[in-house]
């Protein structure tokens, strides 16, 4: 049984993450050849002073770039 995470910054509507699991559930199910039945997704939302890029966190690179 495929189980896939997915790491994403919060924001995106609810039908984006429909979206992308049901994508994701497409691909899996066609690349390893496992019924759609059999996928679970779960999708982690992160703050963005959580998630650090190149030493800063993205709430404190989105605050300079303002």
Do not use: C, D, Y
Request: net charge neutral; no cysteine.
């Amino acid at each position: 049984m495929p189980f896939i995470q997915v790491n994403i910054l919060k924001g995106r509507s609810p039908e984006k993450k429909e979206l992308l699991i049901r994508e994701v559930t497409n691909v899996v199910s066609e690349v390893l050849e496992a019924p759609v039945q059999s996928i679970r997704i779960m999708i982690n939302e992160l703050e963005p002073e959580h998630w650090g890029i190149a030493g800063e966190s993205v709430k404190k690179r989105n605050e300079v770039s303002k």
